[in-house]
């Protein structure tokens, strides 16, 4: 929503990296729930997109700096 009297959110690309590495941790986390209650299809579906996530992860974490919080978010992704 545009608030004209508010000014837009900054977040450097590191965090914005390390919160969807934190994000796939919550989405794994849903994914167990799922299993539990029977619903598989959903399970694989979000293991799927994480998936997708941890790919496209790998791709730019070499390109950043030698960073220990993304070394150890890929190993914890992983």
């Known amino acids: 929503?545009?608030?004209?009297?508010v000014e837009p959110l900054q977040i450097n690309i590191?965090?914005?990296?390390?919160g969807l590495?934190?994000?796939t941790g919550?989405?794994?986390?849903?994914?167990i729930g799922r299993i539990s209650e029977g619903e598989l299809n959903l399970a694989e579906n979000i293991c799927s997109f994480v998936r997708v996530i941890y790919r496209n992860f790998t791709f730019i974490a070499p390109?950043?700096?030698d960073n220990s919080n993304t070394k150890q978010k890929l190993e914890i992704m992983l």
Not at 1 to 5: A, E, I, K, R, T
Not at 14 to 18: E, R
């Open 26 to 31: 919550e989405l794994m986390r849903l994914a």
């Open 63 to 65: 390109e950043m700096d």
């Open 1 to 5: 929503v545009s608030v004209p009297s």
């Open 21 to 23: 590495a934190d994000l």
């Open 14 to 18: 590191l965090d914005y990296i390390l």
